[in-house]
């Protein structure tokens, strides 16, 4: 009897195993957070002031159809380049030879079929397919909190910004600016 009794014991509690392993393996979805379980980030129209924040910058005046704009994000996370270009609603797009890598448009610009002139007087479209030219092209630089412009060492998709640091895409025509100027 004493062995009956073990081997309805054990059915029992593989029953409960089993019962209990099905209810945490459950093909139910997992929960989407909610607006208050997630943190709202702050964007406004201007740097961001005292190195808090990251600030973004996109600068195309050195094109006709181009302009100046920056933003603040008001975080104390580190946000990766990514996040914080599509946070401020910047797009870029790559070039077909290096991908999303080799920036060769911001927010559209320069336009497919938007004249650029060269320095030996002639005129050239930006297609996207390969390299831009050494006349005309997109670069990131990136300034530390406290710190001076350098380049980005990393690209789009892999640079992370800590808060106090900025972020410039700056278009550069015929070497003219040389380098972000805020």
Request: hydrophobic share 45%; charged share 20%; glycine share 8%.
């Amino acid at each position: 009897m004493t062995s009956t009794l073990r081997a309805v014991a054990a059915a029992a509690a593989s029953a409960a195993l089993l019962f209990a392993l099905a209810a945490c393996s459950s093909d139910a979805p997992e929960a989407t957070p909610t607006a208050s379980e997630t943190q709202a980030v702050q964007v406004s129209d201007e740097a961001c002031a005292d190195d808090a924040g990251i600030t973004v910058a996109v600068d195309a005046s050195a094109l006709d159809e181009g302009d100046s704009k920056q933003w603040c994000i008001a975080t104390d996370e580190t946000l990766a380049a990514a996040d914080a270009l599509t946070l401020v609603g910047v797009e870029t797009e790559g070039n077909v030879e290096f991908g999303d890598d080799a920036v060769c448009r911001v927010n559209g610009v320069p336009a497919e079929d938007l004249a650029i002139p060269a320095e030996d007087g002639s005129d050239y479209f930006e297609t996207c397919e390969a390299m831009s030219p050494a006349f005309a092209y997109w670069s990131m630089w990136v300034k530390p909190a406290g710190g001076e412009w350098g380049y980005a060492q990393e690209g789009i998709s892999t640079l992370e910004l800590e808060p106090g640091e900025s972020l410039e895409l700056l278009f550069t025509l015929n070497g003219e600016p040389a380098a972000p100027t805020s």
